[in-house]
């Protein structure tokens, strides 16, 4: 089992520009949440997929946004890429649907975003 | 925003000292997460201790949640050096997890 894969893991991105990062969820998983960490804080929930529709969104600009697919992969992307964009974005999968109380989130390495 | 707030914010230890971190929140959960997090890659799922629970373990770590001061405590016994991180709990809000800002652990061998 790969767990979850995130894609690239560092990229570079000028001022403006607009960027889509990757990933795929642990095998079984159904549902992917996106996450900002700032350097020196904790993670910030962006938004949530499941059966390929946002389920949830946090506190973030429509500059953000996302899609999943089919095969439950997602991407993220941000447009006109702001100075303070640069973060790590991190991908966690779960299972949804269960009823149960919520069930523990995989975190994939994540992509550490520069803009510039 | 962000619900769960841990303490203290920097913990230094020696190799085979215990290592006790803090956690409050505000609002009422269905369940507290730790995580740990090495040099600002991934996080790692450490442990999950739903409302009703008390106390739970694994391997060397020990959770305690009190839902009455809405607060969690992680014991990290017998440390090592491999256990310098820095450690997150997190809440859970509709099924999406709020971090507190984490608490970064260095054990010294």
């Known amino acids: 089992d790969a767990g979850v894969t995130q894609s690239p893991t560092h990229l570079i991105k000028t001022r403006g520009q607009q960027v889509t990062l990757r990933c795929s969820p642990k095998?079984?998983?159904?549902?992917v949440s996106w996450y900002q960490q700032a350097l020196g804080q904790g993670p910030q929930f962006i938004f949530q997929?499941?059966?390929?529709?946002?389920?949830q969104r946090g506190n973030f600009p429509d500059r953000f946004s996302g899609h999943q697919f089919p095969n439950y992969s997602s991407e993220l992307n941000v447009n006109a890429l702001l100075l303070g964009d640069s973060a790590l974005y991190l991908c966690?999968?779960?299972?949804?649907?269960?009823?149960?109380?919520?069930?523990?989130?995989?975190f994939g390495q994540g992509t550490r975003l520069t803009v510039v | 925003s962000q619900q769960g707030e841990e303490d203290p914010q920097a913990l230094s230890i020696q190799e085979g000292e215990n290592a006790t971190m803090n956690c409050s929140y505000k609002?009422?959960?269905?369940?507290l997460q730790w995580y740990r997090q090495n040099s600002g890659r991934g996080l790692v799922h450490l442990i999950l201790?739903?409302?009703?629970?008390r106390e739970k373990h694994s391997g060397r770590l020990r959770v305690t949640l009190d839902t009455s001061k809405k607060s969690s405590s992680l014991l990290i016994t017998a440390s090592r050096a491999a256990d310098t991180a820095s450690y997150f709990c997190?809440?859970?809000?509709?099924?999406?997890?709020?971090f507190g800002k984490g608490m970064k652990l260095t054990v010294n061998p």
């Open positions: 966690a999968s779960s299972l949804a649907g269960t009823g149960a109380p919520y069930t523990e989130a995989f």
């Open positions: 095998s079984g998983h159904d549902t």
């Open positions: 997929y499941y059966e390929e529709e946002e389920r």
């Open positions: 609002t009422s959960i269905n369940n």
């Open positions: 201790i739903r409302s009703n629970e």
């Open positions: 997190a809440t859970d809000e509709s099924e999406k997890l709020v």
